[in-house]
């Protein structure tokens, strides 16, 4: 069974430097690219970052681009989203989710994504 447990948020305070982790279990974690995701109060999900752990490729969406980091631990099955110099804008809930097909590269777009994790909320005050 596949499974994706998300951690690590809570309250900080903006320009704060939280670390995420994504624990994925029940299928070869090399194999399958890893997203996180983020839904604001109203807004719709949006791709964060990405990493395909088998080769290292990452991605980032342009808001979070030279703040955020993604990287896999792969002997723990494990990708981190280090967030850095946050904002009152990043508050929201993160998910990681398991990209559908294995060894696709990097993507964003949710629907390339099968499994989710059940989310960590993030909240910064300004």
């Known amino acids: 069974e596949v499974q994706l447990q998300a951690s690590g948020g809570g309250l900080v305070q903006a320009g704060g430097s939280p670390r995420l982790s994504c624990v994925a279990s029940g299928y070869t974690f090399d194999d399958y690219g890893i997203g996180w995701f983020r839904q604001a109060p109203g807004k719709e999900r949006e791709g964060v970052a990405a990493i395909s752990p088998g080769d290292g490729t990452t991605a980032y969406v342009a808001a979070v681009k030279g703040r955020f980091t993604i990287s896999s631990d792969n002997a723990k099955n494990t990708v981190y989203l280090q967030m850095n110099s946050l904002e009152p804008e990043d508050t929201a809930v993160y998910y990681c989710?398991?990209?559908?097909?294995?060894?696709?590269?990097?993507?964003?777009?949710?629907?390339?994504?099968?499994?989710w994790g059940q989310g960590t909320l993030v909240t910064v005050s300004s």
């Open positions: 989710a398991k990209q559908m097909s294995p060894w696709e590269g990097v993507t964003m777009d949710r629907n390339e994504f099968d499994f």
